[in-house]
Protein backbone atom coordinates (compact mmCIF):
# COMPACT_ATOMS: atom_id res chain seq x y z
CA UNK A 1 0.00 0.00 0.00
CA UNK A 2 1.11 3.35 -0.49
CA UNK A 3 1.29 4.29 3.38
CA UNK A 4 3.65 0.63 3.22
CA UNK A 5 5.57 2.31 0.69
CA UNK A 6 6.38 5.54 2.48
CA UNK A 7 7.54 3.74 5.87
CA UNK A 8 10.03 1.68 3.75
CA UNK A 9 11.00 5.33 1.68
CA UNK A 10 11.43 6.96 5.41
CA UNK A 11 13.04 3.49 6.83
CA UNK A 12 15.70 3.85 3.99
CA UNK A 13 16.42 7.42 4.26
CA UNK A 14 17.00 6.73 7.68
CA UNK A 15 19.39 4.16 7.17
CA UNK A 16 21.53 6.00 4.76
CA UNK A 17 21.70 8.64 7.55
CA UNK A 18 22.37 6.28 10.25
CA UNK A 19 26.02 6.11 10.51
CA UNK A 20 29.43 6.02 8.70
CA UNK A 21 29.73 3.48 5.94
CA UNK A 22 31.50 0.98 7.65
CA UNK A 23 28.71 0.97 10.52
CA UNK A 24 26.15 0.58 7.61
CA UNK A 25 27.82 -1.78 6.17
CA UNK A 26 28.12 -3.76 9.02
CA UNK A 27 24.35 -3.61 9.86
CA UNK A 28 23.48 -4.67 6.43
CA UNK A 29 25.47 -7.45 6.34
CA UNK A 30 23.79 -8.59 9.46
CA UNK A 31 20.17 -7.77 8.97
CA UNK A 32 20.14 -8.58 5.45
CA UNK A 33 23.21 -10.62 4.60
CA UNK A 34 22.63 -13.15 7.93
CA UNK A 35 26.61 -12.79 8.73
CA UNK A 36 27.41 -13.35 11.87
CA UNK A 37 29.73 -10.94 14.21
CA UNK A 38 32.69 -12.97 13.14
CA UNK A 39 32.26 -13.27 9.64
CA UNK A 40 31.52 -9.07 9.08
CA UNK A 41 34.85 -8.94 11.19
CA UNK A 42 36.37 -10.87 8.63
CA UNK A 43 35.43 -9.24 6.17
CA UNK A 44 35.88 -5.45 7.32
CA UNK A 45 39.21 -6.98 8.86
CA UNK A 46 38.75 -5.35 12.25
CA UNK A 47 38.22 -6.98 15.28
CA UNK A 48 34.73 -8.35 16.25
CA UNK A 49 33.82 -6.00 19.59
CA UNK A 50 34.63 -3.13 17.41
CA UNK A 51 31.69 -4.63 14.98
CA UNK A 52 29.37 -5.15 17.72
CA UNK A 53 30.04 -1.74 18.85
CA UNK A 54 29.27 -0.61 15.04
CA UNK A 55 26.02 -2.31 15.37
CA UNK A 56 25.03 -1.04 18.71
CA UNK A 57 25.71 2.49 18.27
CA UNK A 58 24.21 2.97 14.50
CA UNK A 59 20.88 0.52 15.92
CA UNK A 60 20.40 2.74 18.55
CA UNK A 61 20.95 5.71 15.73
CA UNK A 62 18.24 4.45 14.13
CA UNK A 63 15.70 3.75 17.25
CA UNK A 64 16.21 7.12 17.78
CA UNK A 65 15.57 8.62 14.69
CA UNK A 66 12.41 6.08 14.26
CA UNK A 67 11.48 7.01 17.60
CA UNK A 68 10.76 10.82 15.92
CA UNK A 69 8.75 9.88 12.82
CA UNK A 70 6.86 7.41 14.68
CA UNK A 71 6.25 9.82 17.46
CA UNK A 72 7.10 7.09 20.28
CA UNK A 73 10.37 6.51 22.46
CA UNK A 74 11.88 3.54 22.89
Known amino acids: TG ?3 DFN ?3 TNL ?3 SGDSAAKLSLSSC ?3 G ?3 NEI ?4 E ?4 TVKSRLYKVR ?14 Y
Open 3 to 5: ENT
Open 35 to 37: LSY
Open 41 to 44: AKVT
Open 15 to 17: FLK
Open 9 to 11: FEL
Open 31 to 33: EYG
Open 46 to 49: VEEK
Open 60 to 73: QKLIKQLSKVIGRD
